[in-house]
């Protein structure tokens, strides 16, 4: 499970390795991607199971280019009043699927996706048990960036949205 009750981040430059390592001919400066770049800002909601109570949060996250523009990183931090969520993530364009890595400090995962409108969905794959999988969907209009996390609770087996954020440059 990608937990969200974290207190510190992840190694960036493993990250980086193992997303490049997914790409066979990467693609340089895809512009979807590059429309991601910045800084970004604002507020969502996150449940950390299905029978668990929505908890309000703020988060910020700011994206640049790594790899001569091979993968674009994604650092997620998001601060509710019981918890605190750091993530890194790495993706990069390989034809038509994108694909790379995506780690907290207790566990990664390996993204797999295509772009969808003007947005990417992603599949995330625990690298410690490739069965436990979530859906992540970056969707974009104009500078403002919906993030949303589904995901599979292991205990009742209900799927449930553990994670959804609306973000601005």
């Known amino acids: 499970a990608l937990s969200l009750a974290l207190v510190t981040g ?3 430059a493993s990250g980086e390795r193992s997303a490049l390592r997914l790409l066979e001919r990467p693609a340089t400066s895809d512009s979807l991607l590059k429309s991601l770049i910045g800084k970004w ?3 969502g909601i996150v449940k950390q199971g299905s029978n668990q109570a929505k908890q309000a949060m703020d988060c910020r996250t700011t994206n640049a280019w790594a790899a001569q523009k091979k993968l ?3 650092s997620l931090l998001c601060i509710g009043e019981d918890f605190r969520f750091n993530a890194v993530g790495y993706i990069g364009r390989d034809g038509r699927q994108y694909r790379g890595d995506w780690s907290t400090f207790l566990q990664s995962a390996t993204l797999t996706g295509k772009r969808a409108g003007k947005g990417l969905v ?3 794959a625990s690298n410690s048990n490739k069965s436990d ?3 992540l969907r970056i969707n974009l209009s104009g500078k403002r960036m919906t993030n949303s996390l589904v995901r599979r609770d292991r205990d009742t087996g209900k799927t449930y949205t553990a994670f959804t954020a609306t ?3």
């Open 10 to 12: 992840p190694s960036a």
């Open 41 to 43: 800002k604002g507020a």
């Open 72 to 74: 674009l990183k994604m």
């Open 122 to 124: 992603l599949t995330l």
């Open 133 to 135: 999988t979530s859906t």
């Open 167 to 169: 973000l601005a440059k």
